[in-house]
């Protein structure tokens, strides 16, 4: 699987080897300014069922989607890496300073890289609370734009 470019005109289905029996499947297709587009494809040894299609494009925009939320979201400037393990531990701290009324801050969390970290220490609830839900805002969306693109695509496409 990896990023090409050509014309806007591609198919999304070729066969490119009738000997080899070589077909390429082809989606997210970018339009540039200059008439080109850019577009994700893969190679298959066989001409690809409906559901084969749908299995590869769906599972590439499920890794879109888990490295936007992983990668994507940032705080007052810094990145956040938002890991099912650092999701647990920000929802932990935030649920048990709503339920101690902020007795349990400040909480210090690591943001940034790990050649540029930024600690940010939380001493009140709203400050907690603000970055807490601008991160699951954050997830949010991006899982809704997956949806969105998986939603999006027509199988009738492939069939023409």
Known sequence: MKRAQGSLEVKLLECVNPIKNKWRVRWDVQEHDDGT???ME???THKPTDEEIKDLVR???NQQTDAAILSGFSYEGAPVWLSQENQYNYKAAYDLAVQ???KTLPVTFKFG???SPVYRTFE???EL???YT???KHIQEMLENGWKNKDAMDLGKYNA
């Open 113 to 115: 890289t790990d050649e």
């Open 59 to 61: 599972k590439w925009y």
């Open 124 to 126: 009140t609830l709203d």
């Open 134 to 136: 601008k991160a699951v």
């Open 100 to 102: 101690t009324d902020g």
């Open 37 to 39: 587009a850019d577009y």
């Open 129 to 131: 609370a603000d970055f």
């Open 42 to 44: 893969a190679e298959l």
